[in-house]
């Protein structure tokens, strides 16, 4: 073991993340890395999952998840049980278990997308509401831009949207930046039919929360079409993209192109039911001439879907 003063303590005090934390910097890998270490070793977790870990947003319950841990011990060079000691018995599950937001079909923000609390104060601070049905998406089309820098440089978004109530004047997006995100430097800029109103930002957590804007209520069975980007230039690298749906929606286009200086090795499609399930869906994806990749998806039920991909 390393003769850090701060790990030792933490390895002995807890909690578990603020060990993991120690451990990882103790040690000098990146996520990444750590990331390569687990997949050589026939273990999959994803940067979001490690990232969530590090920071006590999630812990690691699922078994392949503890296997994951113990990994761990032996590539940071730990003592063994050092980290699995200090998760404690697994959290209960089920319905009503405090996630912050309405149950109920369809799905929710929770679901989709974590940590719950702090995006429910944010949607608080907006007068919105986790379980809000007023819109249903018919389509989506996006596009990211990864620059040399290997970050997410420019991400927009074209959306259609049919009112399913009365009085719809307004959409919240909800954006959630990788592990070192400033949330202060995040911009959200409206393109066409709409305009940018309040905006929510929670550093510890770096969610971002903003209301676009319409120029009026709309009427069950209108539609309204929205294009903004969202701009993020914390400049942290990253690996993977997703988009939750809270509930059913039409078709969803996802197109990330890359820097010609900067082009990664591996590239899959994925979806999963919710965060903290596994993939049920995936697939290679191979860049074209442009240096990008997309993918296409019809009918979508709840759930979370898009492109990761890893760098040398």
Known sequence: MSDDRELRIALREGPFHVALRAAVEARGLTLDRLRHRLEERGLRVGMTSLSYWQQGLRRPERPESLRAVRALEEILILPPRSLMGLLGPPRPRGRGQGNGAPPGPGGSYPSVLEPSR???????????????????????????????????????????????EDA???????????????????????????????????????LVAAELLFDRALRIGETQVLRYELADPSGVETTEYERGFRFPAGQYTLRVSFAASALPVGIRRFARHD?????????????NAHHAVHLVADSLQPGLLGIRWSWL
């Open 275 to 287: 965060h903290g399930a596994e993939d049920h869906d995936h697939a290679e994806l191979t860049l």
């Open 168 to 206: 719809a004047d307004r959409h919240i997006i909800v954006y959630r930046g990788d592990l070192g995100c400033d949330v202060e430097r995040v911009r959200i800029r409206a393109l066409e039919d709409c305009r940018v109103g309040r905006v929510r930002r929670d550093g510890p957590t770096a």
């Open 118 to 164: 702090a995006l429910s104060a944010l949607l608080h601070d907006l007068d919105g509401v986790a379980d809000d049905r007023r819109l249903h998406i018919g389509g989506m089309y996006e596009t990211l831009q990864i620059g040399p820098d290997r970050s997410i440089v420019r991400r927009e978004t074209l959306q259609v949207m049919r009112a399913q």
